[in-house]
């Protein structure tokens, strides 16, 4: 008896095997064999010089060794750095405000289901049409350069796109625009999630509210912290519709907005497949790196 | 939580500081979208003279010139709602018939499967997009739209969220229920597993429609003929174009319309989607 239905259990067993395999086939086919040839290119010198292809010739590590050694690619990691950072510590710091605020009862906000959905439509903007819009209002003609003007603030229209530090803040603040909701509502989950009791215990024990803040919420929301931190570093390193749309593609002015992605980018219409195949590896080894923390998040909450 | 301890300012100001702020954040989100909606009314003549906050009449006129200009936005638009929806329809299927089988099925190297999709979740396209542009090309599939659909198949992320979900919302006494009545495995999975999904389902397919529409870096290495490009494609084509010659109406609904659906759906759904945001993530 015992025998026979484990049996029977084990026969229907098999059917997880049978519903992988979808999952399965097209993870493999089109991104288990896209890596796998992605670091065999990585290898290799080919390029085209004009119209002629330069290789491919195995060169082992050169390309990886060529790449690091190149002043461009640090400049292009800054760039993506410095425009990561200047969105996420506004977006981390608001963020923080507004859920503190939502989860706060003793103010009883109204209206906090239209707040919500206000501040997290930005994330479901087209990227590229978001950035396109932004560069035809900020334009030198555009109706931002004719309100100032208007309003006596400028006398001529100032030039955004030809100012490294203008360009940089709009593309941060597009970023923050895009993602400060989103972390807003992973953060109020997370302090709604708070055990009550725990608040009450401190005020009986005459906490002030910004012991309990640093005491109590903080620790508590620190898994989620480092969650929202990874997640938007990660985001960030990809770094890419936003600052190609808004210049173009050519990190205008001076390179100052070329990211790393832009430069695969290049890399790969150029069809410089060498360099593409071992900048992609390095950004698969970083990230590769940065999925782990938050795998081992992941996988901590289920204990 | 009951009440936070009292800080020096009386809740009144507090309060008032609070929708002060919030009232400046709303601004920050809506006005862009506010100035979009009004040039996308206006002509061109009427804005080089100046920005008023005020509509104007020329919407269906700028939408005529840019359907007839070069940019073949009604293509775009049919493009990128073909890709959208087959994608999300295949990822929501296939993420959920995943999960349901790591959920349901106790087989050798389940744990080991179950963590191996966790820890490639967070991977991103771009690192094996060089390998990707080729293999594509070695399949002929170079400058169609089928490299676009077919990979979403394999969603580590509505994966995710999926398992989630059925890990409370799913009782394995149902899918035995099923077997006694003879139901078959797949059919138990289409006609009783399935219905059961649909809050996760129509969440999970609007992100997946979104995230789909939005995108712009594969779909730009991979369309080359304009007829089969993607609205973000065309986007970025008119980014590139002669921005001095250009008539800035056509500019403008252009980026109306490749925003204003996306607005829309969420409008209509967002007490949804906002909830799903954080089902998928860590909670503290």
């Known amino acids: ?303 | 939580m009951e009440t936070h301890a009292s800080s020096g300012l009386p809740v009144g100001t507090r309060r008032a500081i609070a929708y002060v702020v919030l009232g400046i954040f709303t601004f920050l989100c809506l006005i862009w979208f506010y100035i979009l909606l009004i040039n996308a009314t206006r002509s061109h003549a009427e804005m080089t003279r100046g920005f008023t906050m005020l509509p104007s009449t020329h919407i269906f006129e700028n939408w005529e010139n840019l359907v007839n200009g070069t940019i073949p936005i009604a293509k775009g638009f049919v493009n990128s709602l073909t890709v959208s929806v087959c994608s999300s329809v295949l990822c929501v299927y296939f993420s959920a018939m995943t999960a349901y089988a790591i959920n349901t099925y106790r087989f050798k190297g389940r744990d080991a499967i179950a963590a191996f999709i966790l820890a490639i979740m967070m991977i991103p396209g771009q690192v094996t997009v060089l390998g990707f542009i080729q293999l594509i090309n070695n399949m002929k599939l170079d400058d169609t739209i089928i490299p676009l659909i077919i990979p979403s198949i394999a969603s580590p992320v509505t994966y995710f969220y999926f398992r989630q979900y059925m890990a409370s919302n799913l009782p394995m006494s149902l899918v035995e229920a099923a077997r006694i009545d003879g139901s078959g495995e797949f059919r138990t999975f289409n006609t009783i597993i399935m219905p059961l999904l649909k809050p996760a389902i129509s969440v999970q397919v609007i992100f997946s429609f979104v995230g789909s529409w939005n995108n712009y870096f594969t779909p730009a290495l991979i369309l080359h003929t304009d007829s089969k490009k993607t609205l973000p494609v065309l986007i970025a084509q008119l980014r590139g174009a002669d921005w001095l010659r250009f008539d800035m109406g056509q500019v403008y609904i252009m980026i109306a319309a490749s925003i204003f659906p996306v607005i829309l759906i969420y409008l209509f759904l967002s007490k949804y989607i906002v909830g799903g945001i954080t089902s998928g993530a860590v909670k503290g």
């Open chain 1, 1 to 303: 008896m015992a025998k026979k239905s484990s049996g029977t259990t084990a026969r229907y067993n098999r059917w997880g095997y049978i519903f992988l395999i979808p999952f399965f086939l097209v993870y493999v086919i089109f991104s288990f064999i896209p890596l796998a040839s992605t670091i065999y290119n990585s290898f290799f010198e080919n390029y085209y010089s004009g119209l002629t292809q330069i290789g491919p010739k195995f060169i082992g590590l050169e390309n990886y060794i060529k790449l690091l050694s190149s002043p461009e690619i640090w400049k292009y990691l800054g760039n993506t750095l410095i425009m990561w950072i200047g969105g996420f510590i506004p977006q981390i710091t608001v963020a923080l405000i507004l859920a503190y605020w939502f989860s706060d009862p003793s103010l009883k906000l109204k209206g906090q289901r239209f707040f919500k959905t206000v501040i997290y439509m930005p994330n479901l903007i087209m990227a590229s049409a978001f950035s396109m819009l932004f560069f035809a209002l900020f334009a030198d003609a555009g109706p931002i350069n004719q309100m100032l003007i208007s309003l006596h603030i400028l006398k001529e229209p100032f030039k955004f796109m030809n100012s490294i530090a203008a360009s940089r803040i709009l593309i941060m603040l597009m970023n923050f625009l895009m993602w400060f909701g989103n972390t807003t509502i992973l953060l109020l989950a997370g302090m709604l999630g708070i055990d009550g009791s725990l608040y009450e215990a401190a005020e009986v024990d005459g906490a002030s509210a910004s012991q309990i803040f640093f005491r109590i919420t903080m620790p508590i929301l620190r898994p989620i912290f480092i969650y929202v931190l990874i997640t938007s570093l990660i985001g960030g390193l990809q770094m890419y519709d936003v600052p190609q749309i808004l210049t173009n593609g050519k990190g205008t002015p001076a390179g100052s907005t070329t990211t790393v992605i832009m430069n695969l980018n290049q890399y790969l219409t150029s069809k410089n497949f060498g360099m593409g195949g071992a900048l992609s590896v390095y950004m698969f080894i970083i990230t590769g790196i940065l999925s782990l923390v938050v795998f081992r998040i992941n996988s901590a909450k289920k204990d």
